[in-house]
């Protein structure tokens, strides 16, 4: 997932299932057939719109094994939008791409 800013608000509707993604790898035991979940999550300071806040929950995921990271803009443009999400299953796999995700408070 790349993006140029992160909102708390936007945040908290995807960190519970990320957190449980990463949670459910790591009390997986030896046993368990199930792909490890792997999260990379690229966010930047472009215009210093991301949420202080929101920056302390990746940190979580980044406890939990995520790879974040967040991009220096230093005053150039960055203004990503990427969203990959795939999930292999006994009958193949799904991926879901998109370059926009946003809820609207109209």
Known sequence: MAV??????????????????????LNANESTTQQAAQ???LTSDYLDVTDPVALRQLMLLRELGADVRVYETARSSFHMKAYIFTK???????????SLMAVSMA
């Open 39 to 41: 999260i990379r999550f």
């Open 88 to 98: 292999a299953s006994t009958d193949g796999s799904t991926t879901l791409c998109t």
């Open 4 to 25: 140029a800013f992160v909102m708390q608000t936007g945040l908290r509707l995807l960190l519970p299932d990320l957190m449980e993604s990463l949670q459910r790898h």
